[in-house]
């Protein structure tokens, strides 16, 4: 069985400066990566997903995160955070056992401030 | 272009009460999904449907049924409602059910059991 691991409910931060919000994963087979935003009373949306390759993935918005298949680990950045990225951000998981089912971690809370 | 829109927005029952949420999506798309959405857990899927004619159980189907109308549609009904299934609901669609398929999710609908 997969399950993600967010290990942040909130990160405040003020504009322009850079973030790290932190993803862990456990799976016992190849797995694949996503990031999802969900704006205030909004769907979410994909910001980036991480299938094969290239172990840093390029998203929307300016986000980027990066595989670590020894630590587990998918953590999203971005080097200058704007009052627009104010958002929940979601990590998800899916494995070639899952099909196109997704497990989500917790959720982050991205709060920016001017 | 809707994309995958979901009615109603809002909705209050007492318990015991039944509903159906609806779901359509119009980018011909193949396969369809119901996640609800509770602080801190992220979403968890309910249900979801491959391809027209299937319906597969999630991570939390108990007290939920699904019905597949047709390609485009997707329904969740709630037979006896309670305060347990006070939630977010979303559902989404992707092209197919394959990791490589971005889901798109709708705006969700607010339920609340009172």
């Known amino acids: 069985a997969q399950s993600v691991t967010q290990l942040d409910s909130q990160v405040p931060v003020f504009e322009e400066a850079p973030v790290e919000l932190r993803c862990n994963y456990s799976?016992?087979?190849?797995?694949?990566l996503f990031w999802y935003v969900q704006y205030p009373n909004q769907g979410l949306q994909l910001l980036l997903k991480?299938?094969?390759?290239?172990?840093l993935v390029k998203g929307i918005n300016g986000f980027e995160a990066e595989f670590n298949k020894s630590q587990t680990s998918f953590h999203l950045r971005k080097p200058s955070v704007h009052i627009s990225d104010t958002a929940e951000y979601f990590c998800?998981?899916?494995?070639?056992?899952?099909?196109?089912?997704?497990?989500f971690g917790g959720g982050t809370r991205l709060m920016v401030k001017p | 272009n809707a994309g995958v829109t979901q009615t109603p927005k809002f909705q209050v029952l007492k318990t015991g009460q039944s509903m159906t949420l609806q779901c359509a999506q119009d980018?011909?798309?193949?396969?369809m999904y119901w996640y609800r959405q509770d602080p801190g857990m992220g979403l968890r899927l309910i249900y979801y449907?491959?391809?027209?004619?299937?319906?597969d159980k999630g991570e939390v189907p108990n007290g939920y049924n699904v019905s597949r109308l047709n390609k485009r549609e997707f329904s969740l009904r709630l037979e006896s409602a309670a305060p347990s299934q006070t939630s977010v609901y979303f559902c989404?669609?992707?092209?197919?059910?394959?990791?490589?398929?971005?889901?798109?999710f709708g705006p969700g609908t607010r339920l609340t059991v009172l």
């Open positions: 449907s491959a391809s027209e004619g299937t319906t």
């Open positions: 989404a669609s992707s092209e197919g059910p394959s990791p490589y398929n971005e889901q798109f």
């Open positions: 799976s016992s087979v190849s797995v694949y």
């Open positions: 980018m011909n798309h193949n396969s």
């Open positions: 991480y299938l094969s390759g290239s172990t």
């Open positions: 998800a998981v899916s494995d070639r056992d899952a099909g196109n089912m997704l497990t």
